[in-house]
């Protein structure tokens, strides 16, 4: 069965300095994985996704995250975060070519 | 493209009552999925749709949960003789499809609680 693991329930942070949010997945057939970001009473929305091709996927704010096979992982990074950052992440695996499978989710606090 | 629309946005309702959420995907997608997300833990896959057709449906989602989509555009949730267990945000998304890798756009959520 494919689970998703995201290893930190939270992250707190300082405007301007780097992050890191860790996803782990276990599967054993083709990966597909996605980060989504809920901002507080909002739904999901995508930040990126892999699918195939360069492991490393960029988002239009500045996230990035790197699939990488050896070590079934998928963590999002950003040099640079803002207040405005501030939201749950949730690291995602596509099932069967329809269900996504969700972590438990990683909130993120950037403070002043 | 005014995304996904869910109403309403909450319901509280008494235990063993019924419930119903609609769901408005985005304008020409395909595929309409539901989840749920309860407190502190990411959302769970119950039922989607190509079309008018449920193609699948999660174990989660127990005989008094039934969902539709009749003419493949809006889709309803049912959910009968509510129980407290049944408080949760009741997600909806669509995609585009066929294809099982388009992006899932979800809607802001029906927040139901279960006195």
């Known amino acids: 069965a494919q689970s998703v693991t995201q290893l930190d329930s939270q992250v707190p942070v300082f405007e301007e300095a780097p992050v890191e949010l860790r996803c782990n997945y276990s599967?054993?057939?083709?990966?597909?994985l996605f980060w989504y970001v809920q901002y507080p009473n909002q739904g999901l929305q995508l930040l990126l996704k892999?699918?195939?091709?360069?492991?490393l996927v960029e988002s239009i704010n500045g996230f990035e995250a790197e699939f990488n096979k050896s070590q079934t992982s998928f963590h999002l990074r950003k040099p640079s975060v803002h207040i405005s950052d501030t939201a749950e992440y949730f690291c995602?695996?596509?099932?069967?070519?329809?269900?996504?499978?969700f972590g438990k989710g990683t909130l993120l606090t950037v403070n002043p | 493209d005014t995304g996904v629309s869910q109403n309403p946005r909450h319901k509280i309702t008494k235990r063993g009552q019924n419930v119903t959420f609609r769901c408005d995907p985005i304008?020409?997608?395909?595929?309409l999925y539901w989840y749920r997300q309860t407190l502190g833990q990411g959302p769970e896959f119950l039922t989607y749709?190509?079309?008018?057709?449920?193609?699948?449906k999660s174990r989660l989602l127990s005989d008094r949960f039934s969902a539709e989509r009749p003419k493949g555009s809006f889709s309803t949730l049912e959910i009968q003789r509510t129980e407290q267990g049944d408080s949760a945000m009741y997600l909806c998304?669509?995609?585009?499809?066929?294809?099982?890798?388009?992006?899932?756009?979800f809607g802001p959520g029906t927040r139901l609680t279960v006195l």
């Open positions: 599967s054993s057939v083709s990966v597909y």
């Open positions: 998304a669509s995609s585009l499809g066929p294809g099982g890798t388009d992006t899932q756009y």
């Open positions: 892999y699918l195939s091709g360069s492991t």
């Open positions: 304008s020409e997608h395909n595929r």
């Open positions: 995602a695996v596509l099932i069967s070519n329809y269900k996504l499978t």
């Open positions: 749709f190509q079309n008018e057709a449920q193609l699948e």
